[in-house]
């Protein structure tokens, strides 16, 4: 059964397998510097991938065992340089709606608890009418992506499905949901957090798309032209109770894509534990084995802008013949050394 975001988060895995180290024979493993998947998989700026506060640092902020929100997603595509998240609500005037950033909606859905065959751990992120836009296509359809234990799963849906694309592929073997400590995964950032008003806590990090490693703490300086990636979680008080405020994170910076800068801002959080009846139990069923491996950080090209008739892909195609820009896919693919 689908969700709907009117009638109600980047995943990973681990748990059992925690200490697991990625095999180059596991398929697709992407580098999360162990908030998706296992701190061995990433080139972090500490061995063990976690960044210690220092004096007048706030402590931690910790998930509930599971929660759900909705969010609003503002895909930021011109003048983003120099109004950089997080966003205390919409991006800030000069930046239009239409103009320079778009709006799209969508859901979470959390599930610490979860246990299964595949690791510990659920989690949803549905997005309405625009995908993730992280990857080098056309993200104007409704998409999933779904993570149990280790097992990530990306889903389409009958109404706007791109030719050509099953309902479900399998998007990682080794790519859980952020354990309730994540935010350990992610350095302090006090410019970030000043966005926020009082009490906000930012954390976030750019890398670069040469290697991988962290080059600087904070979003701002804008880093897209380096190029470099940015990965950053914030979170605020409501009521008194610090909770997820948004996700502000690097997408695919050129066409189709073009969002060098998405944040998802949270609304409606809630600690109550999602309905599997209306999220994962759509893929809870599937052997990860029988499903065919996702092709979204490198989409098949095609001589026009649909594939040929009853030709399987599993992503929308691609018109241009190489990459103009990196992904988190080129950056963290595992490949042998």
Not at 26 to 55: F, I, K, L
Request: some cysteine; proline content about 13%.
């Amino acid at each position: 059964m689908r969700s709907s975001a009117t009638s109600i988060l980047l995943i990973l895995p681990l748990a059992a397998c925690s200490h697991h180290k990625a095999n180059v024979n596991d398929g697709a493993v992407y580098e999360t510097y162990g908030v998706h998947n296992n701190q061995d998989d990433s080139p972090c700026a500490s061995p063990d991938c976690r960044y210690v506060r220092g004096p007048g640092e706030p402590a931690d902020p910790i998930y509930p065992p599971y929660w759900t929100s909705n969010w609003t997603m503002y895909r930021v595509f011109q003048n983003y340089q120099t109004h950089l998240p997080p966003y205390d609500g919409r991006p800030p005037a000069p930046l239009q709606e239409g103009t320079d950033y778009e709006v799209s909606y969508g859901a979470t859905y959390y599930d610490s608890t979860w246990r299964g065959p595949s690791g510990d751990g659920a989690m949803m992120e549905h997005y309405e009418k625009r995908c993730l836009p992280i990857f080098p296509i056309d993200n104007q359809f409704t998409c999933s992506f779904i993570s149990l234990g280790n097992a990530a799963f990306f889903v389409t849906y009958p109404e706007d499905r791109p030719k050509g694309m099953p309902p479900v592929c399998l998007f990682s073997k080794w790519n859980h949901p952020p354990r309730r400590d994540f935010v350990k995964h992610l350095p302090y950032s006090q410019g970030d957090s000043a966005q926020l008003g009082t009490g906000g806590q930012g954390y976030s990090f750019w890398v670069s798309a040469a290697n991988g490693r962290p080059i600087q703490t904070g979003a701002s300086p804008d880093r897209t032209q380096d190029p470099a990636i940015l990965f950053g979680y914030a979170f605020a008080p409501v009521n008194g109770v610090v909770q997820p405020q948004s996700f502000y994170f690097s997408g695919y910076p050129m066409p189709p894509a073009n969002a060098p800068i998405v944040s998802q801002n949270y609304t409606n959080f809630a600690p109550v534990q999602p309905e599997p009846a209306k999220t994962w139990a759509q893929v809870s069923g599937l052997d990860p084995a029988t499903l065919p491996l996702c092709q979204l950080f490198d989409p098949p090209s095609t001589p026009g802008p649909q594939a040929a008739e009853g030709a399987l892909m599993t992503a929308p195609p691609r018109e241009a013949p190489a990459k103009a820009a990196p992904t988190w896919g080129d950056i963290g693919r595992w490949r042998k050394q």
